[in-house]
C-alpha cells in the first residue's frame, strides 16, 4: 500500500537557519502531496500542496517540489522564524483523493 | 478556503460514560467526512470514513460498536464514544471532502477534539 517516510526530529533550529524536512514516498500512479502544519493544541492546517511530478507548492516562505523520479516532496524554508515551530506532517492522497496516509511527523523547534 | 468546524474543543468526562463529537463543514458541503486520531506526539490514524446517508467504513481493528459514526446531512457528522474509559483519551480530528463519486477533492480539517477519560 501506500506510504510516507519522513525525518521524525527533534529538530532544533536557531531563528533565521536553513530548514529542510526531509519526505519520500511510496504509492502507485500519481499520488497527490500534501504538507501540513500543526500548531501546539491544534489541528491540522494545509500548508501546501502539489498533484502531479515537477510541480512546486509554496506557503508563507516554505516550498516543496513534487520529484517523482526520487518520489520526494522534501519541505524547505530559507530563514525559518520562532513563530514556525510546530509538528510538520507530509501526506499524500491516491488518484482520486481517498486513501489520505500520514508520515509521523517532524517536530521543529526554533529559538530565538 | 472551506472550513471545518469541531465541538466540542476539549471534553472531560468520567469512565463508562459516552462522548459525542460533532463535525460540522461550514461552508461547504461534504460528501465524504472522515475521523483520525491521534495520540500523543505521534501522527494520524483514520478510523473510518463517513458517506452521507450511509454506514461508516471502519478501518481494520478500530470498534465499529465503541466508536458510532452518524453521518445524517452533508454538512454534519458525529463520532461517538460509547462507554468511554481512560485508553479512549486522545486527540480527535475530522476531516471532510467534497467530490462525486468517489473522485474527492481536498480534505479540509477541523481543529480536533482533545477528549480525556477520568
Known amino acids: 500500500g501506500n506510504s510516507v517516510t519522513q525525518m521524525e526530529g527533534p529538530v532544533t533550529l536557531s531563528e533565521e537557519a536553513f530548514l529542510t524536512i526531509n519526505c519520500t514516498y511510496t504509492?502507485?500512479?500519481?499520488?497527490?502531496l500534501f504538507w501540513y502544519v500543526q500548531y501546539p493544541g491544534e489541528g491540522l492546517q494545509l500548508l501546501l500542496k502539489?498533484?502531479?511530478?515537477?510541480d512546486k507548492g509554496s506557503n508563507k516562505g516554505f516550498e516543496a517540489t513534487y520529484r517523482k523520479e526520487t518520489t520526494s516532496f522534501h519541505l524547505e524554508k530559507g530563514s525559518v522564524q520562532v513563530s514556525d515551530s510546530a509538528v510538520y506532517f507530509c501526506?499524500?492522497?491516491?488518484?482520486?483523493?481517498?486513501?489520505?496516509?500520514f508520515g509521523p511527523g517532524t517536530r521543529l523547534s526554533v529559538l530565538p | 478556503g472551506a472550513v471545518v468546524s469541531q465541538h466540542p474543543s476539549r471534553v472531560i468526562c468520567k469512565s463508562g460514560t459516552s462522548v459525542k463529537i460533532e463535525c460540522r463543514s461550514l461552508?461547504?458541503?461534504?460528501?465524504?467526512m472522515f475521523w483520525y486520531r491521534q495520540f500523543p506526539k505521534k501522527s494520524l490514524m483514520l478510523m473510518a470514513t463517513?458517506?452521507?446517508?450511509?454506514?461508516?467504513?471502519?478501518e481494520q481493528g478500530v470498534e465499529k460498536d465503541k466508536f458510532l459514526i452518524n453521518h445524517a446531512s452533508l454538512t454534519l457528522s458525529t463520532l461517538t464514544v460509547t462507554s468511554a474509559h481512560p485508553e479512549d483519551s486522545s486527540f480527535y480530528i475530522c476531516?471532510?471532502?467534497?467530490?462525486?463519486?468517489?473522485?474527492?477533492?481536498?480534505?479540509?480539517f477541523g481543529p480536533g477534539t482533545r477528549l480525556t477519560v477520568l
Open positions: 476531516s471532510a471532502a467534497t467530490g462525486l463519486a468517489g473522485v474527492y477533492n481536498e480534505q479540509f
Open positions: 504509492a502507485t500512479g500519481y499520488p497527490s
Open positions: 502539489a498533484t502531479k511530478a515537477d
Open positions: 501526506a499524500l492522497t491516491d488518484n482520486y483523493g481517498q486513501n489520505f496516509v
Open positions: 461552508d461547504f458541503q461534504a460528501t465524504t
Open positions: 463517513s458517506n452521507e446517508g450511509s454506514k461508516a467504513t471502519y
